[in-house]
């Protein structure tokens, strides 16, 4: 679920299960949010998003006419994933993550107005543009990495890093968004199901509710090296259809995903790649850990302005 323009439709997700709450009162439920008509205060132009956990729409503040990204998600006062999200929204801030501007309840739907980001997805530039140059891929492990540190260090894992959850604003700047499947770290009994988008989850949480054991933080760290992948060769290296095939894969399959040898790569991002890409979990780095890798230190001004002066990026 991305807050960027030309959101395709994303992958099928493989969900926690919910928990129930007795609350009724949706201020109980949630802090912080206004109790009103969303429609009074803006104008809902188009959708621009749709995933498992609701619509993304385009919308122009009445008043102002500055234009936002305003997430719609179905809300009951028994509802763990959506209230989970807003909590976590409220409590994170970091220029790598993104953070809700306003938050709505109306009608047992919540309302979550962000940044709207053009050109917006990952997925939705290298669509339009083709692969990424490495300096640029380099640029986005280094972002990613920062905001992945930040909620490690606040007890959270994403669970659902991968192309279409990382966009970049105007001022070409990366950040990580949709934290609909974001758990703590020391939930031992949440770990014990798998969790994430197929083609970007780690061979670990594929094979949690098999072997009936936790996976770690670092499973965001696999699915960044999928993703550093994707960018490099503009298409997913794994696909499973049906989604639940990655059950069935990663219990047969021992060898990580590659860069493709057909161009010529540099030493320190196939060595990210391939420690990104750890199959043993216990040796896979943090991102702490890899934010200290050569890679990373390639450029540190965001490479993405000129992508800009293209129209057919920006409109499309």
């Not at 930040?150 to 990366?174: C, T, W």
């Not at 047969?252 to 057909?262: D, F, H, M």
Request: one cysteine or more; glycine letters at 6%; hydrophobic letters at 35%.
């Amino acid at each position: 679920m991305l807050t960027g323009c030309g959101h395709d439709v994303s992958p099928n997700v493989l969900v926690k299960k919910e928990k129930h709450f007795h609350d009724t009162d949706i201020h109980v439920v949630i802090d912080g949010i206004q109790v009103k008509d969303p429609t009074n205060d803006f104008l809902f132009e188009e959708l621009i998003g749709n995933g498992s956990f609701g619509q993304v729409y385009k919308a122009k503040g009445l008043q102002t006419g500055e234009l936002f990204a305003i997430k719609v998600t179905p809300f009951r006062s028994r509802d763990i994933t959506p209230k989970q999200e807003v909590e976590i929204m409220q409590r994170i801030y970091h220029n790598n993550l993104m953070s809700p501007l306003a938050i709505y309840y109306w009608k047992q739907k919540l309302y979550i107005c962000m940044d709207l980001c053009c050109p917006g997805a990952l997925s939705n530039l290298y669509r339009k543009l083709g692969p990424f140059e490495e300096n640029e891929i380099a640029f986005v492990a280094k972002e990613v990495l920062q905001g992945l540190q930040y909620l490690n260090d606040f007890g959270y894992m994403h669970r659902d890093i991968k192309s279409d959850n990382i966009i970049i604003n105007e001022d070409g700047e990366v950040k990580i968004t949709d934290f609909g499947l974001t758990g703590w770290i020391e939930d031992r009994e949440d770990q014990k199901e798998p969790i994430g988008t197929p083609q970007w989850m780690a061979p670990e949480v594929s094979q949690a509710q098999e072997h009936g054991k936790g996976y770690s933080h670092n499973c965001d760290i696999w699915s960044l090296g999928i993703t550093m992948i994707e960018l490099a060769e503009a298409r997913l290296p794994l696909q499973f259809d049906p989604p639940e095939a990655v059950y069935t894969f990663w219990s047969e399959q021992k060898a990580s995903p590659q860069l493709n040898g057909n161009k010529e790569w540099s030493n320190s991002f196939q060595s990210f790649v391939q420690s990104a890409l750890t199959m043993d979990p216990s040796m896979r780095p943090t991102a702490k850990e890899l934010l200290k890798h050569k890679f990373n230190s390639q450029i540190n001004i965001t490479p993405f302005t000129n992508i800009f002066l293209d129209s057919e990026v920006t409109t499309g």
